[in-house]
């Protein structure tokens, strides 16, 4: 299983102390600026890591026009209402860059490795319209020991202590709102997620969006492409991070990776990332055996809907112990391998397995087009509780039990117990 690193070796400069500023202020960073200006449009600011040295919550960051080449680490908050924006001036592109080690394609983690850094559990963040480069890492306090704790569970296939978090064995969002004060107890420390981050309207290459332990963030409206090997998914939110918006990006070209497909699909939602709402993203263009969209690992209670995954091997894949997954609307055409999966790995299983498969799924209106002769529109290898309707699949693979325990295990096709043919 893949582990969600802490970022280690931080630069000095980044956590000195900085003079406060107050609510509600702007501070303009240039290219032409110097660090000990004011801050103001006549006397910018030269470094954007400078700004959010001053930043307190409510402050603007005006980033004028230019490339800025250096690696932003944030470990500071905003507040509700008043979050710290870092967003364009408006006078033209604004580039974010920092130079990174080149990661091995046979990586299988998440590089930590990316231009802005979120670290222990800062919150109330928002980034728009600036063109990122090596991409937004978003770690928060205790995720990692949490992911251990999970990973153990989900290594020794034992599924009960996972389903005991609130909000994870039923649907249900407002007992979800307590797993961090559950974990808390259960690992007997303090943790610090880190919520409400919002990436919207920017331009994004070379390495993608990860967030680790981190809630009610919103992603919406970002172009992410031309993603590097051995570097994760377009977009990937692990480790009980709940209620994101993931809505209108356009996620392509992630480049193929040695390690394992997870390392190249274009949205993926892991360990427990549990009501997320992942909707109008347009997911295309991907190699080898990536996935368009899909959850891992007790991944559940997501809404999945009118996303539109073309030219991927695989467009939609419900994976490992997904539980509650809506898929609703969703689209994937020119696929090469299959439109729509779920938990194929348990094809062996004679009967669906609360560990691993996949249970409780509403699965309406979804359209499978265009696939390669002989790609399956839908494929479940096991699968209980789940409700199909409204679908148009076109070629359909079972696994070679599913037929046999299909109303047993409480699925329907059409409002019938026959299962589909």
């Known amino acids: 299983m893949l582990a969600s690193l802490p970022v280690l070796g931080m630069a000095a400069l980044a956590l000195q102390p900085a003079p406060a500023t107050a609510a509600g202020t702007t501070i303009d960073v240039a290219v032409t600026g110097k660090d000990t200006n004011a801050g103001t449009a006549a006397a910018p600011l030269k470094t954007i890591q400078a700004a959010i040295n001053k930043a307190t919550p409510g402050t603007t960051i005006r980033v004028h026009k230019g490339t800025y080449s250096q690696q932003l680490i944030i470990r500071k908050s905003g507040k509700p209402g008043l979050p710290i924006t870092i967003t364009s001036a408006g006078d033209g592109e604004v580039i974010v860059t920092s130079t990174q080690p080149t990661e091995s394609c046979d990586n299988r983690k998440p590089s930590p490795n ?15 319209k600036l063109t990122i480069v090596n991409g937004v890492y978003i770690n928060g306090g205790g995720g990692y020991e949490v992911y251990t704790w999970h990973d153990d569970l989900v290594d020794a296939h034992v599924w009960e202590p996972r389903r005991k978090v609130p909000g994870t064995f039923k649907y249900d969002p407002t007992g979800a709102k307590d797993a961090v004060s559950y974990l808390s107890k259960v690992l007997g420390r303090g943790l610090n997620p880190s919520d409400h981050i919002e990436i919207t309207g920017n331009k994004m290459s070379g390495r993608g969006i990860h967030a680790s332990f981190a809630r009610f963030g919103a992603i919406k409206d970002n172009t992410i492409t031309n993603v590097a090997c051995g ?8 480790t009980f991070s709940n209620f994101w918006e993931i809505t209108g990006n356009d996620v392509s070209h992630i480049a193929d990776s040695a390690g394992s497909h997870f390392m ?35 991944a559940s209670y997501n809404l999945f809907e009118n996303n539109n995954v073309v030219n991927a091997p695989i467009g939609y894949n ?18 090469k391998i299959l439109g729509f999966g779920f938990r194929m790995k348990d094809a062996v ?6 560990d691993t498969s996949t249970w409780y799924s509403i699965v309406d209106g979804n359209k499978a087009i265009g696939g ?11 699968i209980g509780g789940s409700k199909f309707t409204n679908n148009s699949f076109g070629y359909i693979n079972l696994g070679a039990y599913v037929a046999g325990y299909w109303a047993k295990q409480g699925n329907t096709w059409n409002g019938t117990t026959q299962p589909p043919k």
């Not at 112990?321 to 696929?335: D, E, I, K, L, P």
């Not at 299983?349 to 609360?354: E, F, T, V």
């Not at 390669?372 to 096991?382: F, N």
């Open 114 to 128: 990316r231009t802005i850094l979120i670290q222990a559990g800062s919150d109330y963040w928002n980034f728009s």
């Open 231 to 238: 570097t994760g998914p377009g977009v990937w939110i692990i």
């Open 264 to 298: 190249q699909e274009g949205i993926r939602l892991g360990t427990a990332s549990n009501y997320n709402h992942v909707a109008n993203n347009y997911v295309h263009d991907l190699g080898d055996d990536g996935r368009g969209i899909a959850t891992d690992v007790d």
């Open 318 to 335: 419900d994976e490992m112990s997904g539980w509650g997954n809506t898929w609703r609307n969703n689209v994937a055409s020119n696929f």
């Open 349 to 354: 299983l004679k009967l669906p397995s609360k």
């Open 372 to 382: 390669r002769r002989g790609a399956a529109g839908l494929s479940i290898g096991a």
